[in-house]
């Protein structure tokens, strides 16, 4: 039920040499209803103004983003992605990592995590006798990190290969460490930085995310 590293097995190899990236073959109306909820989100927190809430689940998103773009680019380079997604589990395969339902729900991921900090973000687990402990931010990203971890080891695990890992030494540690901390360290912290070193994080982020498209793709590398 649950795998918690790669095989390298000639199988896994055969589901990533057959899959097919952005092709409409197994699209339905289901990539429009999830479009309409991840607008929904947005839109409502935006009418209420709440930016950090809207930058918390931008940064992450960006942060994915530029995850699977390298995931796709070692893809090309070796010939196997660190991780990807097989044509039977989605609707549209976006990037070869990363299929519609799991980019919107990344889009909602930081979100998430936002809310479900502590209203007191300055709060420290385990301080006492001088110690300064544990941020409440730290621990929650690395909590988050935690669970998206093992529900990825599930996905590898499915009938259908919703995830699929190739190489022997990527699994559920180097994901949960080098991926998800990452992610939400990203929705967590960023919304708290200084107006205008936020603003610029979320800038830079997001306009590298679209050079590196618009190159890539059209150049047949991703």
């Not at 896994?12 to 999830?34: G, P, Q, Y």
């Not at 559920?172 to 967590?188: D, R």
Request: proline share 3%.
């Amino acid at each position: 039920m649950f795998v918690f590293w790669g095989d390298g097995s000639q199988a896994a190899k055969d589901l990533v040499n057959a899959i097919v990236v952005r092709s409409t073959e197994n699209f339905n109306w289901t990539f429009i209803f999830i479009l309409a909820v991840v607008f929904y989100v947005y839109w409502s927190e935006i009418h209420k103004k709440n930016t950090e809430i809207v930058c918390a689940g931008l940064a992450l998103y960006g942060v994915h983003w530029l995850y699977e773009i390298a995931n796709a680019v070692i893809a090309h380079i070796f010939g196997y992605p660190l991780w990807s997604v097989s044509n039977a589990s989605t609707t549209f395969i976006l990037l070869i990592g990363v299929s519609w339902e799991l980019s919107m729900m990344f889009s909602l991921a930081g979100i998430i995590s936002f809310k479900m900090l502590p209203q007191d973000r300055t709060k420290r687990y385990f301080a006492k006798n001088g110690k300064k402990g544990i941020s409440c931010k730290l621990v929650g990203a690395i909590e988050m990190a935690l669970l998206f971890a093992l529900f990825e080891s599930f996905l590898a695990g499915t009938s259908n290969h919703s995830f699929i890992w190739v190489y022997k030494w990527w699994g559920v540690l180097p994901v949960f460490i080098t991926t998800y901390i990452p992610f939400f360290l990203a929705s967590n912290y960023v919304p708290d930085m200084a107006p205008k070193k936020r603003k610029i994080f979320l800038i830079v982020e997001w306009a590298l995310v679209a050079v590196l498209l618009c190159i890539l793709i059209p150049t047949g590398v991703i």
